[in-house]
Structures are given as structure tokens and as C-alpha cells.
């Protein structure tokens, strides 16, 4: 690829920096800071060239801008990955420690047009050490001052997702159907036990065994990874990586509904197209997952309690119904309907500010 279709990108700016000591590549795109500065968390892992790290850091902030926008939060749309040289559990802890320095000062050069918080490999205990060298950062600790962990929140409203997908698609309430949850990480565990109390049967799946035990004891049924993607069940609920629904999985999968937290669900939009047709329903990703953002915007930028930012996150149901309501009147993907939302969002605030 040359640099030019490397760097091609229709987002408003792209920082790199390598750094030899530790090996790794720091990548950070902002893609919209019409609604506010850019948000969207730290991504840590391995990349198998410096053009996926920052294809993935661009689209990753691209679904960033979309879902601050659906959300009615006051923040642009951004995203940090950092191109590790070894997994992240190899890497040692005084390397991990100055790869978080370079980040920060990244950050600090930034000077404000770009927040960062936790993503995968990054956590509350990552964005402490990033907050000793800059404060462009949310999620810090509850002790530090921030608002923690993001991960229940979002789970919370990707529960109601998979409810008002659910309820759309005429399969009535959660009891009896079949959930399938990929990744029992911090959302997706806590995302198979809200669904488990409703009353569903639980199929999980994840690659770190160690994460299966606690399912078992509940009495879920555990699958294999490489069965996730043709196991029958009523709702999938992606919850660990992106790009899992490619246009040949989406002509397969036996399902009624997607809905899930991981970000970039569908590796493209004809991937969805296909599940439309197909009579499949997709919660997009951007609307479904939006409870980490609500969460961490609410509390640390808007001063939100507790129960405006549960509200909040129960409120994904409804802002997927008039998604929905939006993609059945238009014939149009429910993808295409929500994207039509966050522009409408990005159009207002545009409008109000020329006027102001
Ligand atoms: P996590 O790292 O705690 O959990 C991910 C889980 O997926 C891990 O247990 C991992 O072993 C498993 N996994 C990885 N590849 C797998 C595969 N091929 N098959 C089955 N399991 C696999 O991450 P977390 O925080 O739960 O996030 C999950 C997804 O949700 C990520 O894509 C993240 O970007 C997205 N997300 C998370 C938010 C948050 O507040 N934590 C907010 C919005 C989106
Ligand atoms: N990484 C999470 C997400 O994709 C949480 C997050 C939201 C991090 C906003 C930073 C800013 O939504």
C-alpha cells in the first residue's frame, strides 16, 4: 500500500509516533470535532502492519463521532490505538508503564481536542498512570477521582438493546429465547447474567477458558469460539471484537437479532444489507454499546449522578426504537437509519451555532 492510500481518510486529523525502546507504534485519529473535542478510548494490541492499526483506529473513531451523536453528547468522535510489539499480558510492566508515558505526552500535545479512555487491553488502573503526566482523560479510578469502570453501564444498555431488538422482531420478552454471547469479558459477563435473570437460556463462548468457569457454575452452556458464528440461537450478542460479521457470515448466521457491545460489528455495510434481507435484525453497534460513553461523559463531563447515567443507559431501548421506527418507514438498514439520526444530531448543532 502506499502512504497515500495508507493515510486516505476523510476524518479531520491523524497523529503517529514509534518509539524504539518499547517497540510500539502510537496511533491516534480524530475524526469529528464538530459536536465537541474528540472522545473514544485507548485500544492496546497487536497489529499485523502499521496500516491495520491505523485503518482500525480510523474506523474505530468514525463509530465514536456516530455514537456521541445518537447519544446527544456533547463530544466529537476519536480513538487511540497503540500497536503493541507482544501480546499485552507479555509485555513487561515497566515497558507497559513508559508506553503510557508516550501516550500521555501524545495526549498533552493534543492540548484538549482529544479524550481518551479505557478500550480493550486499557482499564481504570491504565488511565491512573496516564493521568500522572496529562488530564485529558476519563475513566480514571473512583479513587482518583473518576468515574470507573465503564463496563456495567454499558453492559446495562446493551441488555436493553437486545430487549427492544428482541420486542421489534415479534419474539416477545427474553424468557425462553436463546441468547448467545460471544466474550465474557467485562461487558459481555455481566450482559449474559441481565439476560440469564430475564428468564433467557445462555450460550457463551471465549477464548480465555479461564472466563468459562463462572458460566458453567451459573449453569450457561459453553461453546466453542469457532462454533459461535453457526450455533443456532435466537439473539447473538457480539461482546468481544469488531469485523466479526462479514458479508459470508451474514448470509449464515442463524439468528433473529444482533445486538451486542463490540464496536464495528459488521466489516461492512453490504454485511448488512445481508442481514436485512436476510429478515435478521442488527441493533448498530454505535446505538447499542453507547452506555460506556454515557457513562463516562455523563459523569466526568456533564456532572450526571448515578441514576440520571442508569437512565440514561436504560434509554438505549427507546433511541433503538426510533431507530427502528426510522429503518422500517424508510426500507433502509437499521445502520443506515441511525447514521441518518447522528447526522440529523451533527446538522442542529451546526445550525444553532451559525445562528448563535
Ligand atoms: P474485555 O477485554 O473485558 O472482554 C472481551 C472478551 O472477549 C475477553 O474475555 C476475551 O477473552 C474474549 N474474546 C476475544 N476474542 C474472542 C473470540 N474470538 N471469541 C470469543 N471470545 C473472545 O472487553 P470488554 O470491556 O468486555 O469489551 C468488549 C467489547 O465491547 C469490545 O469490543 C469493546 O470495544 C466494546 N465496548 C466496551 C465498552 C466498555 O465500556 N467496556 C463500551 C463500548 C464498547
Ligand atoms: N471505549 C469505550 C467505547 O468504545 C468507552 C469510551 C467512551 C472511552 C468514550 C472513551 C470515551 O465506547
Redesign the pocket.
Known sequence: MSIEETLEWDGELTVTRFDRETGAWFVIRLDSTVLGPAAG?T?AAQYPTLDAALADAGK?AGAMTLKMAVSNLPMGGGKSVIALPAPRKDIDPKSWTRILEIHAENLNKLNGSYWTG????TNSADMDVLNDTTRFVFGRSIERGGAG???L??AIGVFEAIKASAHHRGLGTLDGLTVLV????????SVAALAADAGARLLV????RE?LGHARALGHTVIE?DD?LTTRCDVFAP????G?ITANVASNLDCAVVA????NVLADEYAGEILNKRGILYAP?FVA?????I?LVGREVLGWSESTVHERAVGIGESLGRVFAISDAESSTPEAAAKKLAAGRAQQVSSASVGA
Request: charged fraction near 15%; charge should be negative.
Open positions: 478510548g485500544r474505530l479505557p478500550d480493550v487491553n469502570s465503564s463496563a453501564t454499558t460471544q466474550g465474557l469479558g467485562a461487558v459481555g459477563g463462548a471465549d477464548t480465555d472466563r469460539p459461535v461482546c468481544a471484537m469488531g466479526v451486542g457491545a463490540a464496536n453497534d454499546n453507547a452506555g460506556g460513553a457513562h
